[in-house]
């Protein structure tokens, strides 16, 4: 089942907003229910924009996006449509409205005129499931960057949503803050089932996801594996993209006339690679 369909979506902003050029030009995808979907491109390319279409905070000028066959441009449909996106944003700071970290997760439920009782477990279990209730009555102010983020996911989950949409969550966070957000985000989507989109300009992040998405100019230019996408080393880099630190070692070390598999992704298929190799040298002589 499609969560989220975008067809040949167009659009530009105002330019009393800064800009007229085109942002999207013809963008189509997909992401499947259920699906941990990576967007990657540089700066500029258009991939929070788009982003912002998927829960209806942007409307598209041509074309149309649908969020389980709801029209995002229907006016009817609104409520259903954010009730089902969710989106956590990169600074927690800006989604942090309360002092004390339950009443924080409390908030989009209390707006979505969710019965007390109700907002209560929703707030337990959200918190539980970000691994941040035993902090449910901290100061959200003194948290970590990684601890807030979570809390910021977690008033995400406590509506409720089906689907997360995550814009590069981890990009102001030190490697622990990240590695934090990274493990709740994959425990959501593998035991909860609920969708994910991420963006992000950590290609060790994208390694994780079912599919990546590449756009370039408004356009998606690049869809597959991580394997397949990854692979594609040199393309990348004309997109301004780098590859995971493995994929970049074994790709420079083919350069120089090693035998090595292509696609290899993590510090562990690299290892294992460079370790058939060694064994296969020492097996000759």
Do not use: W
């Amino acid at each position: 089942m499609e969560m989220i369909e975008v067809r040949d979506v167009q659009f530009r902003y105002d330019e009393e907003e800064g800009s007229s050029a085109v942002v999207l030009d013809g963008i189509h995808m997909t992401v499947r229910k259920g699906e941990f979907v990576a967007l990657l491109g540089h700066n500029g390319c258009g991939k929070s924009t788009l982003a912002k279409h998927f829960n209806a905070m942007l409307l598209p000028l041509g074309g149309a996006v649908l969020v389980k066959d709801m029209n995002t441009t229907d006016e009817r449909h609104k409520y259903d449509i954010r009730s089902t996106v969710g989106m956590v944003l990169q600074n927690p700071d800006n989604q942090l409205v309360s002092t004390i970290v339950e009443e924080d997760v409390a908030f989009g439920p209390e707006n979505l005129g969710v019965e007390p009782a109700v907002i209560r477990t929703r707030v337990d279990e959200a918190l539980k499931a970000v691994g941040m209730y035993d902090y449910r009555d901290h100061a959200a102010h003194k948290l970590s960057g990684g601890q807030k983020q979570r809390v910021a996911i977690a008033g995400v989950l406590a509506m409720q949503p089906e689907c997360i949409v995550l814009d590069e969550p981890t990009a102001m966070l030190d490697p622990r803050g990240r590695r934090e957000v990274m493990d709740t985000v994959c425990r959501l989507n593998r035991e909860q089932g609920i969708t994910i989109v991420l963006i992000t300009h950590y290609m060790e992040e994208a390694v994780l996801a079912d599919r990546v998405l590449v756009m370039d100019d408004g356009k998606v230019v690049r869809e597959g594996t991580p394997r397949q996408v990854f692979s594609q080393v040199e393309q990348l880099r004309a997109l301004e993209l780098d590859v995971p630190q493995p994929t970049e070692l074994c790709h420079v070390l083919q350069q120089e006339g090693i035998t090595l598999p292509d696609g290899v992704l993590t510090i562990e298929e690299c290892a294992e690679a460079l370790l058939q190799q060694l064994e296969g040298y020492h097996g000759g002589h």
